[in-house]
């Protein structure tokens, strides 16, 4: 069984939406493409890994057609290596209308989403989720990932689209590696999906571990 990996860019408050550019998402956003000035050489390498290995893409409709009408055109150029990825391996969308297919290796996911994404994980064993925050809330929901790198930028919008934005439940996840801080503040987290619930205790119980030096 392979991995589902969500992929996402977030501001200290957990904003989501739009990173990459002012047309990506603009509807009663003004700040789109806050990214760009926070992207640094480090945070670059750290994006550039964890792509590595990924062997399918699972997208949702607006994220689809973004990439569908720029990474075709995009290798040869200075994005080469992520078009090249990108324009190879198959495509999976997660949409109820009617998405343009035409990018090579594009598939439609059928209603049953969670039944759609279970196949995908037994087909490949890297399914990266670029962006896609309306499909990452369910995958969220329906604890249907493996992995959830997050890249957090030292700002704070207060607007947009939350990364956890109605599709949290309660989830454990455990830190899969130390965090890493690029040039200008970026810190990047990588948690992997851990079994049970949030557990509870009580901070003034005898032995919460705090000692006691009298």
């Known amino acids: 069984m392979g991995l589902i990996h969500i992929e996402l860019f977030t ?3 957990l904003v989501g939406q739009a990173p990459g550019g002012p047309d990506e998402d603009p509807a009663g956003f003004p700040f789109g493409g806050w990214q760009a000035p926070l992207l640094d050489e480090a945070t670059g390498t750290q994006i550039a890994a964890a ?3 990924t062997d399918a893409l699972l997208l949702g409709r607006r994220t689809y057609d973004l990439f569908a009408a720029y990474w075709p055109h ?3 150029g200075q994005d080469n290596e992520f078009a090249t990825l990108f324009n190879s391996v198959p495509k999976y969308v997660a949409s109820r209308g009617k998405p ?3 990018w090579a290796g594009s598939t439609q996911l059928g209603p049953d989403l969670a039944v759609a994404v279970r196949e995908i994980r037994d087909r490949h064993r890297h399914v990266k989720v670029v962006g896609s925050l309306n499909l990452v809330q369910t995958l969220l929901r329906e604890k249907l990932f493996d992995r959830l790198d997050l890249w957090v930028h030292p700002i704070v919008l207060g607007v947009g689209k939350k990364v956890f934005d ?3 439940v ?3 996840v455990t830190l ?3 965090p890493t801080a690029g040039r200008k503040g970026t810190v990047f987290l990588r948690y992997a999906l851990a079994d049970g619930t949030p ?3 009580d901070m003034s119980a005898p032995d919460r571990g705090l000692g006691d030096d009298r």
């Open 11 to 13: 501001t200290l408050d």
């Open 51 to 53: 792509y590595e290995g």
């Open 74 to 76: 995009q290798e040869g």
């Open 100 to 102: 343009d297919l035409s």
């Open 166 to 168: 109605g599709g949290a």
């Open 170 to 172: 309660p989830t454990n």
């Open 176 to 178: 899969l590696e130390p």
């Open 199 to 201: 557990a509870t205790g």
